[in-house]
């Protein structure tokens, strides 16, 4: 059973889903052939009678117990969940009673596995992965292949970082876009250049004639019209 891909977020996509190792079938393997063996020698050499009954059902419950062991731990292994995505990493258990953790990525410190010799032939191990907040470090046990994990989660979290300073980038690059006509259609007013000529004149940088010329420019008046030569009535 994957990782239901309605649980993701917008654009989150899953980078792995994976059930954990067999590794952690290998117990209940061992009890089922040790039950069989003990039971089947039982009921070899039990006895008539009474004895001999009670020799029976306790051969046949073992055997059961057993069984009901290994289907209790194929049911977990078939509903556990080790997953990365490129938001998060999920674990998920079960399927009547249900158990899950899930931490951010830009939330992860540290990440380190360790490996038995059993373990290893087995290409399984136990994650540890330490994080900010109240979750500490989590131990995730009998995950296939830890150290590919491991590898495999810093790079998430690297392109989780690159994908976080683009979004900076682009909402940088955006809110510049939207603030820069607002500052260039901001022109002076008239009485602004007007403050401006008094202030050149009383600095001396302009002349009386000249700043009257400037001021007449501003106003839409370059000075009383020229009348020209009188003309000449005619006769």
């Not at 993701?8 to 209940?28: A, C, F, K």
């Not at 080790?82 to 951010?104: A, D, H, L």
Request: net charge negative.
């Amino acid at each position: 059973m994957g990782y239901d891909p309605k649980l993701l977020y917008g654009n989150e996509q899953i980078r792995l889903d994976t059930h954990p190792s067999w590794i952690m079938m290998v117990r209940s393997v061992i009890y089922v052939t040790g039950a069989v063996i003990v039971g089947g020698v039982l009921l070899s050499v039990r006895p008539s009678g009474t004895l001999g009954t009670l020799i029976m059902y306790v051969a046949v419950a073992l055997i059961v117990l057993a069984l009901l062991h290994l289907g209790q731990r194929l049911i977990r292994w078939y509903s556990t969940n080790f997953v990365i995505t490129t938001e998060r990493c999920i674990y998920r258990e079960g399927i009547v009673s249900k158990r899950g953790i899930e931490i951010p990525l830009d939330r992860i410190n540290t990440i380190f596995f360790h490996q038995r010799l059993f373990e290893r032939m087995f290409g399984a191990g136990t994650l540890h992965i330490e994080s900010a907040g109240e979750l500490g470090i989590q131990k995730f046990q009998d995950v296939r292949h830890p150290m590919d994990v491991q590898n495999l989660l810093y790079q998430a979290m690297e392109d989780n970082e690159s994908r976080r300073y683009e979004r900076m980038g682009e909402s940088a690059a955006t809110a510049a876009e939207h603030s820069a006509p607002v500052a260039a259609a901001a022109p002076l007013s008239v009485a602004d250049e007007l403050a401006k000529l008094v202030e050149l004149r009383d600095a001396g940088h302009l002349t009386p004639t000249e700043f009257e010329q400037q001021k007449a420019a501003l106003l839409g008046n370059d000075g009383p019209a020229d009348p020209g030569p009188p003309i000449a009535p005619s006769l």
